[in-house]
């Protein structure tokens, strides 16, 4: 059974970090690239940061180029995403989610995996105030 269990989320002022993580269990997550992706209240959820499963690829929405870091841990079968400089657009219920498509410019996590669904996590709400 594949669970999905991200943490760290929170209310913090504009200006402030935060780093959320993401547990993937029953998943061979390190075969797989892994993202972050976003959705506030009256909008569509929308693709955050995803990274590949080395490590070696990532991307980054231009909203949080420059503020934002992924991360993965594949031994402890952990994703993260370093925020900084958290801004109130931000503010949002953030999902872990796997496998996801990546290329050089795109991610996305509405696909179809050969193999087995995308795997979702309930998500971590944060909340950024100006």
């Known amino acids: 059974q594949v669970q999905v269990v991200e943490s760290g989320g929170g209310s913090v002022q504009a200006g402030g970090s935060l780093t959320l993580s993401c547990t993937a269990s029953g998943l061979a997550f390190g075969d797989y690239a892994m993202g972050w992706f976003r959705q506030a209240p009256g909008k569509e959820r929308e693709g955050v940061s995803c990274?590949?499963?080395?490590?070696?690829?990532?991307y980054y929405a231009d909203s949080v180029k420059g503020r934002f870091t992924i991360s993965r841990d594949n031994d402890k079968k952990t994703l993260y995403l370093q925020m900084n400089n958290l801004k109130p657009e931000d503010t949002a219920m953030y999902f872990c989610a796997g496998p996801v498509l990546l290329t050089n410019n795109y991610c996305s996590a509405s696909w179809s995996p050969p193999g087995g669904p995308v795997y979702w996590g309930q998500g971590t709400q944060v909340t950024v105030s100006s």
């Open positions: 990274i590949g499963w080395s490590g070696d690829s990532t």
